[in-house]
């Protein structure tokens, strides 16, 4: 049973940067995915950025592009989001969820969530 645990989020000021963790422990497999979502108060869950484990194929949202990057360190089973210049509607829970297959903007298809992390961006 796969495990996903999100860390990283805090309170910061417009313009700053954050790096969102995500530890998988149990998912291992050449062909999965891990996706990054955001959801903010009122909002629908949104995808952000993906990556392939296998290759390190990326997808990011068009929001975030040139701002948010996606990588991965496979030895740690661990996934990255940096964000730089961060804005107030950057302000959501942050989650990480893992697929099989190559990374898809639709958060019904993926299987395995982490609980989130909040990420505050003030004015």
């Known amino acids: 049973q796969g495990q996903l645990v999100e860390s990283g989020g805090a309170l910061v000021q417009a313009g700053g940067s954050l790096r969102l963790s995500c530890a998988a422990s149990?998912?291992?497999?050449?062909?999965?995915?891990t996706g990054w979502f955001r959801q903010a108060p009122g909002k629908e869950r949104e995808f952000v950025a993906g990556i392939i484990r296998s290759g390190g194929s990326t997808v990011l949202a068009n929001s975030v592009k040139g701002r948010f990057t996606i990588s991965r360190d496979n030895a740690k089973n661990t996934v990255y989001l940096q964000m730089n210049s961060l804005k107030p509607e950057d302000t959501a829970i942050y989650y990480c969820?893992?697929?099989?297959?190559?990374?898809?903007?639709?958060?019904?298809?993926?299987?395995?969530w982490g609980h989130g992390t909040q990420v505050t961006v003030s004015s």
């Open positions: 969820a893992v697929r099989n297959g190559y990374p898809h903007t639709t958060a019904q298809s993926y299987s395995y």
């Open positions: 149990g998912l291992t497999s050449s062909s999965i995915s």
